[in-house]
């Protein structure tokens, strides 16, 4: 169990070790959730939004060769650097 104390602002550190487990680093986002049963549950937001894409894109991403964050990276580097070349009209 960890606990973690409110400050007069509202802010709270997450302790360590739910840093380590959510892969938590410093200027990311945490999301909070409530259960039907009224558990509050956290949660890396950044994670969470990658799940729902990965759900949404279902079986598309792999027909785009996309499978991990360095796939999702290379495509939206191609698509920066063709928008960059259409932009300046060197294509």
């Given amino acids: 169990m960890n606990l973690a ?11 360590v070790e ?3 487990l959510l892969d938590l680093k410093s200027g990311d986002k945490i999301l909070f959730f409530q259960n039907p ?3 509050v ?3 890396n937001a ?11 894109f ?3 991403a792999e027909q785009m060769g996309v499978y991990n964050e360095e796939d999702v990276q290379a495509l939206v580097d191609e ?4 928008t960059l070349q259409s932009d300046t009209g060197k294509e």
Avoid: M
């Fill in 58 to 60: 279902a079986g598309v």
């Fill in 5 to 15: 104390k409110i400050s007069a602002n509202g802010q709270i550190t997450v302790p």
């Fill in 79 to 82: 698509i920066r650097k063709n």
């Fill in 46 to 56: 950044s994670s969470q939004a990658i799940y729902k894409a990965q759900k949404a």
């Fill in 37 to 39: 049963n009224g558990e």
């Fill in 41 to 43: 549950v956290i949660n």
């Fill in 18 to 20: 739910i840093r380590r």
